[in-house]
């Protein structure tokens, strides 16, 4: 069975037709990538399965469980973690602190009235949250502020962020746009070593794409087009034709 | 022994807070402070105390929060007039009271943010002002406010004098520990993060809303409280206490001190009531100009209130 569902979903908005009948599955354990030309719809899935965009039409399951009409808190509670294309991280607060957040939100839930709770019990959860910051290599930033991050290390942030609440599903859009080229190779590399999280990523960047992907689904214009493994999808006609069609306008 | 030694290091700010209040009956005149007025401070730190956990740690800036001080202060007086003069369960009464009804703004208020929570916390409290004023006014007082209250007792003791100010202070220390504890806790934890980047807080799990809620009424509580020892100090409830220009005061008594520092809140309140009182009594209306310019001055050279100026200060020292 797979870990994620997509089946016959559609979204419009107002006329625009930004997602139709959209099928998709992806296999746990898999790293899964979207690819297609500006305003496919990428972006536009990927906020579907994260409860910010409600499709008008089909289901989306997770794990057998049905994930429309859920709330984003909730559905990061299931194990849906999602890297968004600027690091979203919290600026103002300690890299720490930042990795604290999650920690919190994997033991607590959404929410926990535990406002007299006092640093002693919360000593094992600061902790952990300190070993999580060390494995993404952020040791010695550990009590900066993340707004004084380099953006390589703000990507590496969100993922330490993402990945304390040990998801299931990590959902990745253009998680290397706007970076050199060594930040680009770091992040192929973290993501490399995540091994046994299903990854989604929607990526423009090819070299990434087939350094990383074990499957490829190619949208155009709302639609699916082309599924397959990164060999299949280098020479399918089809998706030569899109990419050729926007190079045209 | 190392535990108690945390515990004086953690709430160090709490202890040096205690000294200041509980001695200002001695140093307070030294400085043309009047007795009465310390009293009226400390019914303030109060209120901005639980105002900056709202404003200062989830940035969600409340025009409203007169509504909670005033419905409090109008339970209490009535509480005192026809149940009993002990303001014990005056207290309590006004506390659940004014806290209930926040419970109600603020799941309406909050799905806005912005500038638009702000209007919108502020038509609340007008729409209770108004109720005071017209509607209620058999039982408010309208125009003239609540009077006729007892004595307000604490079991055997008349809050008067001495009493009130170090019951009040009492209550103030406390509720400043309480803030503090609620700062280092989980939720302070997060109310700091929905000021920051509430959309990624959502994507981590985070019920925010919830949140957001629970800070909202908890800085409601803390006004209901001050509100409702506002009647203990001085037995009258005035429409005012209900208006936007008390809504505002907290305000500018937060920003001048420094938002999100719990202490500079507190230090705003008592420079504000010692200057308003004190100072104006040779400056009489044109105080207001003077404390328009003070506020603007805050604002563009020190937008962390007295608190950067503090840490600026400790900063040049520990430089030496």
Same mark, same amino acid.
């Given at each position: 069975? #797979? ?11 107002? /006329? =625009? &037709?930004?997602?139709?009948? *959209? ?100 000593? #094992? ?11 993404? /290599? =952020? &040791?010695?930033?550990?009590? *900066? ?105 | ?320």
């Amino acid at each position: 069975m #797979p870990i994620l569902d997509i089946h016959q979903v559609s979204l419009n908005f107002g /006329g =625009l &037709k930004a997602l139709q009948d *959209v099928n998709l599955k992806i296999e746990e354990g898999t790293t899964h990538a979207l690819i297609g030309p500006n305003g496919a719809g990428k972006s536009t899935l990927l906020n579907v399965l994260t409860g910010m965009l409600e499709p008008n039409d089909g289901s989306v399951m997770f794990d057998g469980k049905p994930l429309l009409d859920v709330q984003p808190h909730d559905i990061n509670q299931l194990g849906i973690a999602k890297v968004f294309q600027t690091p979203a991280i919290f600026p103002e607060m300690s890299v720490l602190e930042n990795v604290t957040i999650p920690v919190f939100a994997a033991r607590d839930g959404s929410f926990r009235m535990n406002m007299f709770e006092g640093e002693g019990r919360q000593r #094992p959860l600061v902790e952990f949250a300190e070993e999580q910051i060390a494995e993404l /290599g =952020l &040791k010695d930033k550990m009590h *900066v502020r993340a707004d004084s991050l380099s953006r390589g290390d703000k990507r590496r942030l969100e993922m330490a962020i993402c990945l304390a609440h040990k998801p299931r599903l990590l959902l990745l859009d253009e998680p290397t746009a706007g970076m050199a080229r060594h930040e680009t190779e770091q992040t192929i590399e973290l993501l490399q070593g995540m091994k046994g999280i299903t990854k989604v990523i929607v990526e423009h960047d090819m070299n990434v794409v087939f350094s990383l992907a074990e499957k490829i689904s190619v949208l155009a214009q709302g639609q699916i087009i082309a599924e397959g493994s990164p060999e299949e999808i280098k020479g399918h006609p089809k998706v030569i034709e899109a990419y050729l069609g926007e190079a045209q306008v | 022994m190392k535990m108690q030694q945390g515990f004086f290091e953690r709430n160090r700010s709490v202890f040096i807070f205690a000294l200041i209040a509980l001695t200002m009956p001695f140093w307070f005149p030294l400085i043309g402070g009047y007795s009465g007025l310390d009293t009226k401070i400390m019914v303030f730190c109060i209120f901005v105390v639980g105002f900056d956990l709202l404003l200062g740690y989830t940035g969600y800036l409340s025009f409203g929060h007169a509504a909670f001080f005033g419905i409090a202060a109008y339970t209490t007086g009535l509480m005192l007039k026809g149940f009993s003069d002990n303001i014990i369960p005056a207290i309590i009464v006004a506390v659940i009271v004014s806290t209930l009804v926040s419970v109600v703004i603020g799941l309406l208020t909050l799905k806005r943010t912005g500038i638009y929570f702000s209007i919108l916390t502020l038509a609340f409290a007008e729409m209770f002002h108004s109720m005071a004023m017209a509607m209620l006014q058999q039982w408010t007082g309208g125009e003239n406010g609540l009077t006729g209250m007892p004595t307000p007792m604490l079991f055997s003791i008349k809050m008067q004098g001495d009493a009130v100010f170090y019951f009040i202070t009492f209550v103030a220390i406390l509720m400043f520990y309480v803030a503090k504890r609620i700062e280092r806790s989980p939720v302070g934890l997060m109310m700091r993060a929905i000021k920051c980047n509430q959309t990624r807080l959502e994507y981590t799990g985070i019920n925010a809303r919830k949140y957001k809620l629970l800070t909202f009424v908890i800085s409601a509580a803390y006004a209901a409280l001050a509100g409702a020892l506002m009647v203990v100090y001085e037995p009258f409830v005035g429409h005012e206490f209900l208006g936007w220009h008390q809504s505002g005061e907290i305000v500018i008594m937060s920003v001048i001190g420094g938002v999100g520092t719990l202490v500079g809140p507190m230090l705003g309140a008592a420079f504000m009531l010692y200057f308003e009182n004190v100072l104006s009594v040779d400056l009489g209306e044109q105080w207001l100009l003077v404390l328009g310019m003070i506020f603007m001055v805050v604002v563009i050279f020190m937008p962390g209130g007295f608190m950067e100026a503090v840490s600026r200060l400790q900063a040049r020292f520990t430089q030496k």
